[in-house]
């Protein structure tokens, strides 16, 4: 009896091994159609760059294309440089505020979309009532300029102002 059984367990190790024999065979069999198929969609992706790289160089030859390109490099400095280079356009503007709100402006520096500039507001005499008279025109021009639909610039915080006959106060615009 006890050899009988030695024979059966000895017939069941075999099992084990060829089943798991047949399948390390089976799963290679499958791995290799795969890599195939594979290396097969490689080659056809391989052959569709090729091709479109082609096409991309065949259109950089053309001189429209290569000036479209750089634009679309370069857009976001040529905005900063289009922007910046409306000098005109802003000494127009301050020419609108002086006669708009009758101020003269003295000095002018543009730097980083920041324009610095004096102001001074006159009077003809010395006395109170003339200085009520600059004082109010300097407050209507910074409350009224604020709410100006024609206004390019955003007027920044005054933070000081000096002057009896003749009231003097430095100024920052902050181009739009």
Do not use: C
């Not at 409350?143 to 915080?157: G, N, S, T, V």
Request: no cysteine; charged share 25%; hydrophobic share 40%.
């Amino acid at each position: 009896m006890e050899k009988t059984q030695l024979i059966k367990t000895y017939k069941n190790s075999y099992f084990g091994s060829i089943s798991f024999f047949v399948f390390v065979i089976l799963l290679s069999i499958w791995l290799f159609f795969y890599n195939n198929e594979l290396e097969k969609n490689s080659k056809m992706l391989q052959t569709s760059i090729t091709k479109y790289t082609k096409s991309i160089d065949s259109y950089e030859l053309n001189k429209e294309f290569k000036v479209y390109s750089l634009i679309q490099v370069n857009k976001k400095n040529l905005n900063v440089l289009n922007k910046n280079s409306q000098i005109n356009k802003f000494l127009d503007h301050m020419d609108y505020i002086e006669n708009t709100y009758n101020l003269e402006f003295r000095g002018f520096n543009l730097n980083n979309w920041l324009i610095w500039t004096s102001i001074i507001i006159n009077t003809d005499d010395y006395n109170q009532i003339d200085y009520k008279l600059a004082y109010q025109k300097l407050v209507n021009f910074i409350w009224e300029y604020r709410k100006d639909p024609k206004a390019i610039f955003d007027l920044d915080f005054v933070n000081k102002i000096s002057g009896h006959d003749q009231m003097k106060f430095d100024i920052n615009f902050i181009i739009k």
